[in-house]
């Protein structure tokens, strides 16, 4: 019975995985339009946002609601990897901890996370040459946008390359975990328009803020210190081979 219990799904990866469905469909939308219709893009530049409604209104609205829900402590099926920012959230541990220990831990995570940020910042501004150099257009800058937003929760789901050099065992632990729409949106500062900087300024508040709360408040984030975060308390269970032996 306990085996049953640990390789059942729980609610919040079921949820994630219709998530991961309908960005997969976003995709496919985009594509179709890329291939057929790429003049829909144009919506993107300058203030085209105003002049006609489009299916990019609506994928505006969807991105604009999803970083909101990052901004508010909310209990539906938001994963605590995300959420622990917020003071909700947070479970202190009964014993005492060293503050060493955290600041080391703090220290030595925000150094691999920074690694990660060079990364895409490179990764960021080859995009932004290409589109300067008229090698790729608008449609493309905004596909590679929705190519991210699905490889999102892939990486949250099946398998996360970045674990690679953060070293994390889970998404909850994840020292990085909101700072997927600032990695989505990235690209996008290429094109001057009201939908491609409204999305990066929002998506870079959202990194700020969990930025300023990592060094504030860095007891939210270790599991040593957190008590939500420990694979004996998860409920999320997002992880698949990671943590599957931990649960048990």
């Known amino acids: 019975m306990e085996n049953s219990n640990n390789t059942q799904m729980s609610k919040t990866r079921k949820m994630y995985f219709i998530r991961l469905a309908g960005r997969c469909i976003v995709l496919f939308i985009a594509l179709l339009m ?27 609205a969807i991105w604009i609601w999803d970083m909101i829900l990052q901004l508010i402590p909310v209990k539906a099926h938001i994963s605590i990897g995300s959420q622990k920012v917020f003071f909700a959230m947070f479970r202190p541990i009964k014993e005492k901890f060293s503050v060493k220990s955290l600041k080391k831990y703090i220290k030595d995570t925000t150094n691999a996370a920074y690694k990660v940020m060079i990364i895409w910042v490179v990764l960021t501004i080859a995009i932004c040459i290409l589109y300067a150099k008229g090698i790729i257009d608008v449609a493309t800058v905004i596909l590679v946008s929705v190519i991210f937003y699905v490889c999102d929760l892939i990486c949250v789901l099946i398998w996360c390359p970045f674990r690679l050099i953060m070293k994390n065992k889970c998404c909850t632990t994840c020292r ?13 500062i290429a094109i001057r328009g009201f939908f491609t900087w409204t999305l990066f300024a929002f998506s870079f508040i959202i990194w700020l803020v969990w930025e300023i709360c990592v060094f504030t408040y860095p007891e939210r984030f ?9 694979c004996s308390e998860c409920t999320d269970k997002l992880c698949t081979q990671y943590c599957r032996k931990l649960r048990k």
Do not use: G
């Open 222 to 230: 270790w599991e040593n210190s957190n008590m939500a975060l420990r």
């Open 176 to 188: 990085i975990f909101n700072w997927d729409h600032l990695m989505m949106f990235a690209p996008l």
């Open 34 to 60: 890329w291939t057929f219709c790429k003049e829909e893009f144009e919506i993107a530049k300058d203030f085209n946002f105003f002049k006609k409604p489009s299916l990019l209104h609506i994928l505006w």
